[in-house]
C-alpha cells in the first residue's frame, strides 16, 4: 500500500515507524514531518492544512491510505473533503469526517453528546455574550474551583480552573467579552471540578465496531511533581499501574461503548481513533475530553506495546472489520520522558543543534522527534516538545530510568525535560 500521514510530532514518528515496519506498506510519506520522519519514508513540503496539496498529492502518488495524525486538518474537514472527490472516494481516510471531530473541536457539542448518551462527565453550563450575565451569576453561586474551558480549539490552552468567584469571574470576561482565545472563546463552557487521577484510553473505530488500545498516563505539567504550566505532555507511561481489568471493564461500559453506539445512532460515520480523556474519581470514570486522534507523547508508548500490525489494523477499520481483529499487546511496561526547550511552554528559541543522536542504544529504546528539523547537514530544535526517549521495563520505576539515562547522551541548549515522570508508581 501507499500511506500518507499526515503531522510533524512525536506521535506521528511513533506511527511512521510501525507502519514502515509493516509488509503491508509498500511506500511511505509524511506531511510535513520532522528530521525523525524521514528515516521512516519520504517527508513532504506541505503543511497538514494545505488541502490542495494534499488532495493533488493524493492523486498523483496513488495514495491508497491516508492517517491523519492530529485534529486540525479533522476539525477543519479533511476527511470530507478527501471523500468528497470522486477521483478519491476509493481511498481508505483514518480520521472522522468534520461533523465527528467537533468532539474534540467543540466541547459545547462534546458535552451534549455525552449528555444525550448518558455518559458520565461533570455537570456544566454553556454561555455566550447572550447570556453572560446569567453566566456572572452562576459563577458566583457554583462550589469551587470551578473549571471555564473556551469551546473551540485553543491550542490546549482553553481550559482554566479557577479557585476564587473573582478569579473566575475575571477569566470568563476575558474569553467572552475580549475574546482571549478569539472565535474559539465565543461560547464557555463551565463545569464542575472533578477531583481525580487523569488516564487516557484509546479506541479505534470502523464506525460499528471498536478495538481498545493500551491506556497511558501523560503527565501535563511542566515542572516537578505535577506543577507550574499545562503543555502538551512531558512524558507517559503504559500501562497504568492501577488500571486493572475490572476499572477497564467500567470503562468500556459507561463510556466507550455509549459513545461507539451513540456515533451510529445518530447517523455520524466514524472510522479512526478516539482518545477518551477520563478523570477516575473513587473507581469511577468521568469523561473529561474527547479528542478525534491519537496522544502525543501517548502514542509514543502506546505504540510501542502494539504487537499487531498497524497497517492491518487501520485497513480493517476503513473497511468495517474491526469485530475481526485481536489487538496484541506487549505485557512489558514503556515509558517516555519528553526532551523541551528552555523556556517552553512559554516563549522559546528554536534552531539549536541536537547532538548526540547517534549514541542513544536502540537495544534498549526509541527516540522519537517531535520538534526537529534537518537543515543543513544538521538536525535542529523546530518546536517546545524536541524529542522523546521511550524504554521498556518490568516496571514503571525501571523504564523511566532507562529512558533519563539515555537522555543523558543528548545536548541541545536549553534542553530540559520532567526527571520524575511516572513517580507516583515508583
Ligand atoms: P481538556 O482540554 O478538556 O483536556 O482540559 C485540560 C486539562 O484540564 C485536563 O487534562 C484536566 O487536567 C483539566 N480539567 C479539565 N476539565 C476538568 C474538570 N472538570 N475537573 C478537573 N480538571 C479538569
Ligand atoms: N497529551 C495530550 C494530548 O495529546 O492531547
Same mark, same amino acid.
Given at each position: ?11 506521528e ?18 506531511a ?18 494545505d ?12 495514495i ?16 470530507d473533503?478527501?471523500?468528497?472527490d ?22 459545547a ?12 462527565t461533570?455537570?456544566?453550563k ?11 451569576t ?27 468567584p473573582?478569579?473566575?469571574?475575571a ?29 487516557? @484510553? ?9 478495538v481498545?488500545l ?29 488500571v ?8 468500556e461500559?459507561?463510556?466507550?461503548m ?5 456515533l ?26 474527547y479528542?478525534c ?14 504487537k ?5 489494523l487501520?485497513? %480493517? ?8 481483529i485481536?489487538?496484541e499487546?506487549?505485557t512489558?511496561? %514503556? ?10 511552554p512559554?516563549?522559546?528559541?528554536k534552531?539549536?543543534?541536537i547532538?548526540?543522536? %547517534? ?12 520538534g ?12 517546545g516538545?524536541?524529542l ?11 523504564? @523511566?530510568e ?25
Open positions: 500500500m501507499r500511506i500518507l500521514l499526515l503531522g510533524s510530532g512525536g506521535r514518528h511513533a506511527l511512521a515507524l510501525k507502519i514502515s515496519q509493516s509488509e503491508l506498506c509498500d511506500e511511505l510519506f509524511i510535513p514531518g520532522n528530521a525523525g520522519t524521514a528515516d521512516c519514508g519520504t517527508n513532504l513540503p506541505f503543511s497538514v492544512t488541502f490542495d496539496s494534499i488532495k493533488s498529492f493524493c492523486k498523483s502518488e496513488k491508497d491510505m491516508v492517517l491523519v495524525g492530529p485534529e486540525e486538518p479533522l476539525v477543519k474537514g479533511v476527511t473533503i478527501l471523500h468528497e470522486d477521483e478519491l472516494k476509493n481511498m481508505k481516510i483514518i480520521g472522522p469526517p468534520k461533523k465527528a471531530a467537533q468532539l474534540e473541536g467543540s466541547k457539542f462534546a458535552k451534549a453528546f455525552m449528555m444525550r448518551h448518558n455518559i458520565p461533570a455537570t456544566y454553556e454561555f455566550t455574550l447572550e447570556n453572560y450575565q446569567e453566566g456572572v452562576y459563577l458566583q453561586e457554583h462550589s469551587l474551583p470551578i473549571v471555564l474551558k473556551a469551546d473551540g480549539l485553543a491550542a490546549g490552552k482553553g481550559v482554566v480552573i479557577c479557585e476564587n473573582l478569579e473566575a469571574i477569566e470568563f470576561e476575558l474569553m467572552i467579552q475580549r475574546a482571549k482565545f478569539g472565535e474559539a472563546s465565543k461560547k464557555v463552557v463551565v463545569e464542575q471540578f472533578l477531583k481525580g487521577i487523569e488516564i487516557s @484510553v484509546f479506541a479505534i473505530t470502523d464506525g460499528k465496531n471498536y481498545l493500551p491506556e497511558a498516563k501523560d503527565y501535563k505539567r511542566v515542572g516537578e511533581g505535577d506543577t507550574g504550566l499545562n503543555t502538551g505532555g512531558m512524558g507517559a507511561v503504559s500501562p497504568v499501574p492501577f486493572d481489568a475490572a476499572l477497564m471493564k467500567k470503562i461500559e459507561k463510556v466507550v455509549p459513545t461507539v453506539d451513540g451510529q445512532k445518530e447517523g455520524i460515520d466514524y472510522c479512526g481513533f478516539i482518545f477518551f480523556g477520563l478523570m477516575i474519581a473513587d473507581g469511577e470514570p468521568y469523561m473529561i475530553e479528542n486522534r491519537m496522544g502525543d507523547p501517548e502514542t509514543e508508548v502506546v505504540i510501542p506495546r502494539l499487531t500490525d498497524l497497517v492491518e487501520l485497513v %480493517a477499520a476503513a473497511d468495517g472489520k474491526l469485530d475481526k485481536k489487538v499487546t506487549d512489558r511496561t %514503556a515509558c517516555t520522558v519528553v526532551a523541551v526547550s528552555g523556556g517552553y512559554g516563549d522559546y528559541k534552531g539549536y543543534n547532538k548526540g543522536l %547517534a549514541d542513544i542504544d536502540s537495544q534498549k529504546s526509541l527516540l522519537f522527534h517531535m526537529t528539523i534537518a537543515e543543513d547537514g544538521e538536525i535542529k530544535t523546530n518546536g516538545r524536541v522523546c526517549i521511550s524504554s521498556y521495563g518490568h516496571s514503571v520505576l525501571e523504564a @523511566v532507562t529512558s533519563k539515562k539515555e537522555m543523558e547522551k543528548l545536548f541541545f541548549t536549553g534542553l530540559t525535560y520532567r526527571k520524575d515522570i511516572g513517580f507516583e508508581f515508583s
